[in-house]
């Protein structure tokens, strides 16, 4: 019964990415077999990054058109501070979900790069120990054939010397000689795997170099896109230019970083797709020309329904071994008494059979298919399962952090000119304004500047002592904006009003004590005073 297609089953993700178009670079729809050596097929792989360039292009124009407007079509004045509010939030939460998407896309990276970092390496694990088991049955085999050739002929040669004189000894002679060729026939028949043009260290030493590379420069990104982010949300929240302008910079190179990793990703995810759909037929194409076909699918099924290319091959080397042995075991009984010079040569005979009997059991169990097989079901599941996943993910990755560099990029812009508009804001303020915060705080470091008032100050000081007396006519039209510099003068405590609500038709006012004192304490020599600044 087969095994092989309950042991290794395609994910449905690679029968997705593999229905993908394939395309050439003369937009003719080519087969989607995996065949790196193929020229369409390296186009249609190339022509799947050439998209995401597209996208990249389309999308920097976006951004280009959207900061021209931005810079070119300016609303009125009136406008904008009627807006302000709603596109301040507006900014406000376009950073907010650019940095959300920013950490997520992190988050997703992280995990991806990690998922295809194990899958590389059950790969090249499994290469390296695949590789292990075919250098152990070239060196058993080699090593065999060697002590045929060389030992055992140099043993047969010397014991025919002594056994000249007995022609039964040395037909034995003969006939152990056939069977030592026998043996060095079928281990020929052998495949000799280090002739064959895939070399597995080798293929595991390049994807283990590559692997390091891509790992280190994906977690440089990932680090890269996090301290962008980060910094971002910094320089909005202190309102700071420099920062903003850095990160603007910084923010474009990474969105075609992101953009690159895309159509990379996006490319390879579908390559390795197309072998993991079929990847049988890819090694058969690979291997025709130095394997027989049967011993590659004897490895690649591996079914119990399969003979064993090997058995018959085997078995001759196990019968030769074996009557070779009895012979030397007849020898040393019959003919050691008669030639004891032969002694030393029986014996360096029986030990070569011997340690060629025990290289036939490691020889059996290293072409066993279910070794080999394991390491192939381990590299598949290595490459597919964690090695594609691990590749969605990170262009997953790759279109969050474009979409939230993207945000941010438009964000970064509208955040710069509420800034401005607030600065503008702030400069059409009079500093001698009693109402403006920063009017007090200099009045409050400069007591000299606090100690002269303004005009309407004196004014309404001087309406303000006239209201005391009965006759108040003279200040009646004195204007409201006068009566309320008075919360500064005096204190401005709420419970009393500190002016006199002259020509209003209101009852008398209420005066607090702390007013009151004021007022009295109004020299004539300030009142002088007053009048010499009124008169300048």
């Not at 089953?9 to 087969?31: E, G, M, Q, S």
């Not at 406008?79 to 709603?86: A, F, L, S």
């Not at 012979?327 to 040569?345: H, N």
């Amino acid at each position: 019964m087969s095994t092989a297609r309950v042991d290794y089953i395609a994910p449905w993700w690679t029968y997705w990415l593999h229905n993908f178009p394939h395309i050439n670079l003369r937009l003719k729809p080519v087969d989607g077999s995996f065949n790196p050596q193929e020229e369409n097929y390296q186009q249609s792989l190339i022509f799947l990054v050439c998209v995401v360039a597209a996208g990249l292009g389309l999308n920097l124009l976006f951004l280009a058109i959207y900061l021209g407007c931005l810079c070119c079509c300016r609303s009125d004045e009136e406008d904008e501070e009627e807006t302000k509010r709603p596109r301040s939030c507006c900014v406000t939460w376009t950073a907010v979900i650019a940095g959300l998407l920013c950490c997520a896309a992190v988050g997703v990276g992280f995990y991806g790069n990690s998922e295809m970092n194990d899958g590389v390496y059950q790969l090249t694990y499994s290469l390296y120990h695949a590789n292990h088991t075919l250098k152990g049955v070239n060196t058993l085999v080699s090593g065999t054939m060697d002590s045929m050739q060389g030992s055992l002929k140099q043993h047969l040669a010397r014991l025919d010397e002594i056994f000249a004189m007995r022609g039964d000894y040395i037909q034995t002679l003969r006939f152990m000689q056939q069977m030592a060729d026998n043996i060095i026939l079928q281990l020929t028949g052998l495949p000799d795997w280090g002739q064959t043009k895939v070399d597995l260290a080798k293929i595991a030493d390049q994807t283990n170099y590559v692997e390091y590379y891509r790992w280190l420069t994906y977690l440089l990104l990932l680090i890269l896109d996090l301290v962008i982010c980060l910094v971002a949300c910094l320089g909005l929240a202190k309102q700071s230019r420099w920062l903003l302008t850095t990160m603007m910079t910084f923010g474009v190179l990474t969105l075609i970083l992101s953009w690159a990793s895309l159509g990379v990703d996006t490319a390879t995810a579908v390559g390795t797709s197309d072998f993991c759909v079929a990847p049988d037929k890819f090694i058969m194409n690979l291997t025709h020309s130095g394997i027989s076909t049967d011993i590659v699918h004897y490895y690649l099924y591996c079914s119990q329904s399969m003979p064993n290319p090997f058995q018959q091959a085997l078995t001759i080397y196990q019968r030769s071994v074996t009557t070779m042995q009895i012979q030397i075991q007849g020898l040393l009984q019959f003919a050691v008494p008669m030639f004891p010079t032969a002694e030393r040569d029986l014996l360096g005979i029986q030990k070569l059979l011997n340690g060629s009997e025990a290289s036939l059991h490691q020889l059996t169990a290293l072409l066993d298919c279910r070794s080999l097989h394991k390491d192939y079901l381990d590299a598949l599941i290595g490459v597919c399962y964690d090695g594609v996943e691990g590749l969605l993910y990170l262009s997953l990755f790759s279109l969050l952090a474009a979409t939230a560099f993207c945000a941010m990029l438009c964000a970064i812009p509208r955040a710069w000119r509420h800034f401005d508009n607030r600065d503008r804001d702030y400069d059409d303020i009079d500093e001698e304004d009693p109402f403006n915060p920063q009017a007090r705080r200099i009045a409050s470091h400069n007591p000299v500047r606090g100690q002269i008032h303004s005009f309407c100050s004196y004014s309404s000081s001087m309406g303000s002592q006239s209201s005391l007396q009965p006759p108040a006519q003279a200040v009646s039209n004195a204007p409201v904006s006068e009566y309320m510099n008075q919360s500064v003068l005096f204190g401005g405590n709420p419970r009393y009003e500190n002016v006199p609500l002259i020509g209003r038709g209101s009852p008398p006012p209420s005066y607090s004590p702390s007013m009151r004192a004021t007022y009295l304490s109004v020299t004539d020599d300030q009142l002088r005073h007053t009048g010499s600044d009124l008169q300048v």
